[in-house]
């Protein structure tokens, strides 16, 4: 079920994860920014949860993309 994670290229998975990890840079990242917004409760338009997922869907997919590298060494495959 996994295997296009498998197969899509690691090096874009990493551009991809910093690029929206970090845009835009100034005046903060709508990472940081909408993070900080859940952590206060203030997370309640779908704009800023859409943007939420935007911005860390990558980062997730980055994550379990190395887990599933690291498992696969592990086991020998």
């Given at each position: 079920?996994?295997?296009?994670?498998?197969?899509?290229?690691?090096?874009?998975?990493?551009?991809?994860?910093?690029y929206?990890?970090?845009?835009?840079?100034?005046?903060?990242?709508h990472?940081?920014?909408?993070?900080?917004?859940?952590?206060?409760?203030?997370?309640?338009?779908?704009?800023?949860?859409?943007?939420?997922?935007?911005?860390?869907?990558?980062?997730?997919?980055?994550?379990?993309?190395?887990?599933?590298?690291?498992?696969?060494?592990?086991?020998?495959?």
């Amino acid at each position: 079920m996994m295997g296009w994670l498998d197969r899509f290229p690691r090096v874009w998975l990493v551009v991809i994860a910093l690029y929206l990890g970090v845009a835009p840079i100034l005046p903060e990242p709508h990472l940081v920014e909408k993070l900080r917004m859940l952590s206060q409760g203030t997370l309640v338009k779908p704009l800023d949860i859409f943007d939420l997922l935007l911005h860390s869907v990558p980062l997730a997919l980055l994550a379990v993309r190395l887990w599933r590298d690291a498992q696969r060494r592990r086991s020998g495959h």
